[in-house]
C-alpha cells in the first residue's frame, strides 16, 4: 500500500514552503489511494510545543489534509532505543569523545593539509580503557553511524537516478552527549515501523538519502522509494522561510486567502502546470504527476497568489458561497452572481453588498445635480430587467444630449458611490427603482 508521511517539527508555525511537501504527499497519497501519516518530529523536548502541533493540524486541516494516522516521536523512544543497541552491538554505532573545538581543529588541519574535512574516525581505535578514563575526566560520548563508504545510488521519482557518495562524508552523528536523539535514527526507525512506501521531500534532503539508505539496510530493511522536489523561494530565489515571516499558513488564512488558492500556489508553483483555479484537493490530486515538477526554483510571486484567489472567488458557484454568506448575513443568488467578479477576499463581499442593501453616499458633482434629476424624472417603472439600464440610459442620452463618460460617469457615482464595480445592467434591477431615486435625488 502506498503510504506517505508529512514530518514537521512542532516548534513553531508551517508556513508556505513547509505546506509544498505536506501537500504534495497527500496529493500523491489521494492520486495511488494510499495511507496519509502526519508525524511529529518532538524528539526535541524542550523546544516543542503542544499548541505548535495542534496549530499545524488545524492549518492542515484547513488546507485540506486529513491524516489516516497521527504519531509523535515523543511517545516512541522505546522504538528507537531497541534500534539504537542493535546498531551498537552490530558495530554500526560507535561512541566518540571529542568536543566541538577538538572537532573544529581537526577539520581545518585537514583542510590546511588539503583532505577533506571529514571525521577520522579516530573513537574507533580506542580501547575500552582509553573510553573509561575519557569518561572519568566527565566526557559524555556522542554516537556516530559507521558509513559504509561507497556509493549509494537510488531512482529518484522527481530528479531520475541519484548517487550519493558515503565515502566523502564524515559518519553521522545520531545521539548527542546528553543521550538525545537527532532527526535520522528515529525518521529511519518511524519509516520502517509505519510501513512507509515513498519519502517526499525537499531537494535540500537528497545528501541526507544517501545515509538514511545505508541505515535502512543496516536495520535489515528495503529503503522507501524518494522523490525530492524543488523548493519554494521568493522571486529573488531566496529561501521562503529565511526572509519572508509573513508566509505563515495561520496567517495567509488570517488575510483572507482561499485555501485552495494557497494548495494550489503551494503545490503548482515551479511545475509545468498552469496556475489555474480549482475546485477541491481532489481535483488538484488528478493535475499531480511528478514528470511536472521542475529541477529549478519554484518561485512564489505574491501577485499570482492575489490573482488565482480572486479568480477562484469570480468562479465560485452559489451553492458553494451560500453558507458562508449567511455567516455575514447575507443571502441571494443574484445578488452574488452580480458582485463577486469584484471580489479580491470573500469578506470583501459586505462591502460590494452595500451597493445594494444601501446606506450609499453619492460621489456625484454638484454641477450634475440638474442632469441627476432628469435621470430620475425618466426612471421606467418596475418590474426591472436586464435591458433597463440599456432602455433608461437610452431615453436619457436623446433628452440630455450627453453620452459616453459625460452620460454614465454621474449616474455610476450617484448609484453606488464609486468609480469601479459591477455592471449597472446587472445592479440596477438589485438596487430597486425606490433606492435609484433615493439616490438620484
Request: aromatic share 8%.
Amino acid at each position: 500500500m502506498t503510504t506517505v508521511r508529512f514530518a514537521p517539527s512542532p516548534t513553531g508555525q508551517i508556513h508556505l514552503g513547509n505546506a509544498r511537501p505536506a501537500l504534495l504527499n497527500w496529493l500523491y497519497a489521494r492520486a495511488n489511494a494510499g495511507k496519509y501519516v502526519l508525524r511529529f518530529d518532538d524528539t526535541d523536548l524542550e523546544r516543542s510545543k503542544r499548541e505548535y502541533a495542534d496549530a499545524i493540524e488545524t492549518d492542515l486541516a484547513w488546507l485540506g489534509v486529513s491524516p489516516d494516522l497521527i504519531v509523535r516521536q515523543s511517545e516512541r523512544f522505546d522504538l528507537y532505543n531497541a534500534a539504537r543497541d542493535r546498531l551498537v552491538a552490530m558495530g554500526r554505532l560507535y561512541p566518540c569523545y571529542e568536543t566541538p573545538d577538538e572537532l573544529d581543529r581537526r577539520r581545518a588541519r585537514a583542510r590546511a593539509m588539503g583532505r577533506p574535512p571529514i571525521y577520522d574516525r579516530a573513537a574507533l581505535s580506542l580501547t575500552d580503557e582509553d573510553r573509561a578514563k575519557l569518561e572519568a575526566e566527565g566526557r559524555k560520548p556522542h554516537w556516530r553511524f559507521k558509513l559504509d563508504a561507497k556509493p549509494v545510488t537510488f531512482n529518484d521519482l522527481i530528479r531520475g537516478e541519484q548517487t550519493v557518495n558515503t565515502a566523502s562524508m564524515s559518519d553521522p552523528v545520531l545521539i548527542r552527549g546528553d543521550g538525545t536523539y537527532l532527526y535520522t535514527l528515529p525518521s529511519v526507525v518511524d519509516d520502517i515501523d509505519l510501513g512507509i512506501s515513498h519519502v517526499i521531500r525537499g531537494e535540500d534532503h537528497v545528501s541526507n538519502s544517501g545515509v538514511q539508505i545505508e541505515l535502512f539496510e543496516a536495520l535489515g530493511a528495503t529503503p522507501p522509494v524518494f522523490a525530492h522536489h524543488n523548493l519554494l523561494t521568493d522571486e529573488q530565489g531566496q529561501g521562503l522561510s529565511k526572509r519572508l515571516g509573513s508566509l505563515a499558513i495561520a496567517e495567509l488564512r488570517a488575510d483572507g486567502f482561499e485555501a485552495i488558492a494557497v494548495a494550489t500556489m503551494a503545490t503548482l508553483t515551479g511545475t509545468s502546470v498552469a496556475i489555474e483555479p480549482v475546485a477541491s484537493t481532489d481535483e488538484l490530486a488528478t493535475k499531480l504527476d511528478f514528470s511536472m515538477i521542475s529541477h529549478g526554483p519554484a518561485r512564489y510571486a505574491p501577485a499570482e497568489l492575489e490573482s488565482l484567489n480572486a479568480r477562484i472567488l469570480h468562479a465560485m458557484p452559489y451553492d458553494v458561497a451560500a453558507p458562508r454568506l449567511k455567516a455575514l448575513g447575507l443571502e441571494g443568488e443574484a445578488m452574488w452572481l452580480a458582485l463577486r467578479e469584484n471580489l479580491k477576499r470573500f469578506d470583501d463581499i459586505t462591502d460590494w453588498a452595500r451597493l445594494i442593501s444601501g446606506p450609499v453616499a453619492s460621489a456625484a458633482s454638484a454641477d450634475d445635480t440638474a442632469f441627476l434629476a432628469e435621470a430620475a424624472a425618466l426612471l421606467p417603472q418596475e418590474p426591472w430587467d436586464e435591458t433597463t439600464w440599456r432602455d433608461w440610459t437610452s431615453a436619457l442620452k436623446e433628452t440630455s444630449g450627453r453620452k459616453g463618460k459625460s452620460l454614465f460617469e454621474p449616474l455610476r457615482l450617484a448609484l453606488t458611490g464609486r468609480h469601479d464595480g459591477p455592471e449597472l445592467r446587472i445592479l440596477l434591477p438589485l438596487i430597486g427603482r425606490k433606492a435609484c431615486l433615493d439616490r438620484l435625488a
